[in-house]
């Protein structure tokens, strides 16, 4: 049975000033899309983002974001008091989310938990105490890294007084005696934000929508991983880089892309059993149902580049080790299917699709690349057959589908039309071809539902400003029209 479901991030959910959170509109966002047969929400990473607001260069790939703490149920659960709330900031335009209002709201909710905890029941610093032991294999260095960061202005690990920035034991001991309250602080945010993430997911359980997840393949140079596990990465103490992450030229790019992350040092990764991998991957998967796997075709091999090379012109493809990785995943569940999916989009070589198959993983189709009057283009929906797709009009990298639309030239409109005939509403019908196809899922950002322009899209590839800043404007209950006209429009199409 095909499942449809819908794309939106979290932080563009509305109801609470500055950034969407995990509290009642996200409750009645998952009520609406269970009352109309829609079984599927898609996020995209939970991390916390970057300076920029993307969540893809996190500085921790465990942690959650803590603009999405929700003070409201914070007061609820009796760990603060309404008058807590009185000086936190407030938005702007409710449309945008605010970067800067956003992490001062964070930090004011963290000082607020940690002024409050002595005065909380016992029952309740216990239940805090013991998962703080449960999750300390990445929680301890979290913190760390994160009042470090405060502590330097935002300056990179590898400026921080060397000392601290090389872990030096003696330094740590110091650090973590002297910061004992801001690392509590922290660690109290990263609970709650757990408590109000795992009431969310029961929630989306019960009303029987699976939660689709994110998990970027390379993880940021500047972040608490690298920081704490630097042997397992291609960074010297210095902060500098052997080799960096990117893909080779193509016809969209002749220089190629850079993206600047560290790669891997496979063969570490293997004497250690994968141990940094399957903890990342595990604790992802506890947080959602199913998790999509961002550059899956790096698990076959992986464009890396000079480390001191300003375009990626000069990389070479290394092989990676994705099979023994995935091998050593999937003995945890035992020969059930691995909960994954591979984003496959691209330039994608015979090897990679091979392990992609071996583990039986679906792979993705992206509508908006469909037309360019090759009859054996893969994201044709004709050319679905013979595998489980994963089917999208467009992702948080895309434009909207009316932005699309009035960026194609007529001929690339006759192609469209072809196949759709006379277009009208680009996202809706690009919907219907996809819920009319092979697919075993059809996925549709909330921007296309909603009919709206480049004005609502997300993100902007290889553009720094204004990205992963929509939100929904109004209350979740004033677009239960689109989404009613999607559950029926999903169902009339159920095979």
Same mark, same amino acid.
């Given at each position: 049975?095909?499942?449809?479901?819908?794309l939106?991030?979290?932080?563009?959910?509305?109801?609470?000033?500055?950034c969407?959170?995990?509290?009642a509109?996200?409750?009645r966002?998952? $009520?609406?899309l269970a009352d *109309?047969?829609?079984?599927?929400w898609?996020?995209?990473?939970?991390a916390?983002?970057d300076a920029?607001g993307?969540p893809?260069? !996190?500085?921790s790939s465990?942690?959650?974001n803590?603009w999405?703490?929700?003070?409201?149920l914070?007061v609820?659960?009796?760990?603060?008091?309404p008058?807590?709330l009185?000086e936190l900031p407030q938005?702007?335009?409710?449309?945008?989310?605010?970067?800067?209002? &956003?992490?001062?709201? +964070?930090?004011?909710l963290?000082?607020?938990?940690?002024?409050?905890y002595?005065?909380?029941e016992?029952?309740?610093?216990?239940?805090?105490a !013991?998962w703080?032991?449960?999750q300390?294999?990445w929680?301890?260095d979290?913190c760390?890294?994160?009042?470090?960061?405060r502590r330097f202005?935002?300056q990179?690990?590898?400026?921080?007084?060397?000392?601290?920035?090389?872990?030096?034991?003696s &330094?740590?001991?110091a650090f973590? &005696?002297?910061? *004992?309250?801001?690392?509590?602080q922290e660690?109290?945010v990263q609970?709650q934000l757990? /408590?109000?993430?795992q009431?969310?997911?029961? *929630?989306?359980?019960q009303?029987g929508?699976?939660?689709i997840?994110?998990?970027p393949?390379?993880v940021?140079?500047d972040?608490? $991983?690298?920081w704490?596990?630097?042997p397992l990465?291609s960074a010297?103490?210095?902060?500098?880089?052997?080799?960096?992450s990117?893909?080779?030229p193509d016809y969209f790019?002749?220089?190629?892309q850079?993206w600047?992350?560290?790669?891997y040092?496979w063969?570490?990764?293997?004497?250690t059993r994968?141990?940094?991998?399957?903890?990342r991957l595990?604790?992802?998967?506890?947080l959602?149902d199913?998790?999509?796997?961002d *550059?899956?075709? +790096?698990?076959e091999?992986a464009?890396?580049?000079?480390g001191g090379d300003r375009?990626a012109e000069r990389?070479?493809?290394r092989p990676?080790?994705?099979?023994?990785?995935?091998r050593r995943?999937?003995?945890?569940?035992?020969?059930?299917?691995?909960p994954?999916i591979? /984003?496959?989009?691209?330039v994608?070589?015979p090897?990679v699709?091979?392990?992609r198959?071996?583990?039986g993983l679906?792979?993705?189709?992206?509508?908006q690349f +469909?037309f360019?009057?090759d009859p054996?283009?893969?994201?044709?929906p004709a050319?679905?057959?013979?595998?489980n797709?994963?089917v999208?009009?467009?992702?948080?990298?895309?434009?909207?589908c009316?932005g699309?639309?009035?960026q194609?030239?007529?001929?690339?409109?006759?192609?469209? /039309?072809q196949?759709?005939?006379?277009?009208q509403a680009?996202?809706?019908?690009?919907?219907?071809? &996809?819920?009319?196809?092979?697919? $075993?899922?059809?996925?549709?950002?909330?921007? $296309?539902?909603?009919?709206l322009?480049?004005?609502?899209?997300?993100?902007?590839?290889?553009?720094?400003?204004?990205?992963?800043?929509?939100?929904?404007?109004?209350s979740?209950?004033q677009?239960?029209?689109p989404?009613?006209?999607?559950g029926?429009?999903?169902?009339r199409?159920?095979?």
């Open positions: 049975m095909r499942r449809a479901g819908v939106l991030h979290p932080t563009a959910l509305p109801g609470v000033p500055v969407g959170s995990f509290g509109e996200a409750h966002w998952l $009520d609406l *109309h047969g829609i079984k599927a898609q996020l995209l990473p939970l916390p983002p920029l993307s893809y260069s !996190s500085p465990f942690a959650l803590a999405l703490l929700d003070p409201e914070l609820a659960e009796g760990l603060l008091e008058a807590d009185r938005g702007g335009d409710p449309g945008r989310l605010d970067l800067v209002r &956003a992490d001062q709201r +964070a930090e004011q963290g000082g607020a938990l940690l002024r409050r002595p005065h909380w016992p029952v309740q610093r216990e239940r805090f !013991s703080r032991d449960q300390r294999a929680l301890v979290h760390r890294f994160w009042v470090l960061r202005h935002a990179p690990w590898w400026q921080w007084p060397q000392a601290l920035a090389c872990r030096q034991r &330094a740590l001991r973590d &005696a002297e910061a *004992h309250q801001p690392l509590l660690a109290l609970w757990q /408590e109000q993430w009431l969310l997911l029961d *929630h989306a359980r009303r929508i699976q939660v997840g994110d998990v393949f390379y940021a140079h972040s608490a $991983d690298v704490s596990h630097r990465f010297a103490a210095d902060g500098s880089l052997s080799q960096q990117g893909v080779p790019s002749a220089t190629g850079l600047g992350t560290p790669v040092r063969p570490l990764h293997r004497l994968f141990r940094w991998w399957i903890r595990q604790r992802q998967l506890s959602v199913l998790l999509r796997l *550059h899956f075709r +790096a698990l091999s464009w890396c580049v000079p375009t990389g070479s493809w990676s080790p994705g099979a023994s990785l995935l995943l999937s003995r945890r569940y035992r020969g059930q299917q691995l994954l591979a /984003e496959d989009l691209g994608i070589t090897a699709e091979a392990l198959d071996r583990y679906p792979g993705m189709k992206i509508l +469909a360019d009057g054996s283009n893969p994201y044709l050319n679905y057959r013979g595998h797709w994963c999208y009009t467009g992702t948080h990298d895309n434009a909207t009316i699309w639309w009035q194609l030239s007529d001929e690339q409109r006759h192609q469209v /039309e196949l759709l005939g006379p277009v680009p996202g809706w019908q690009l919907l219907e071809l &996809a819920l009319a196809s092979e697919a $075993d899922w059809a996925v549709v950002p909330l921007q $296309d539902l909603l009919h322009g480049d004005e609502a899209r997300f993100n902007t590839p290889g553009t720094c400003a204004g990205n992963w800043q929509w939100r929904l404007s109004c979740v209950d677009i239960s029209g989404l009613k006209g999607f029926e429009l999903a169902q199409h159920q095979r």
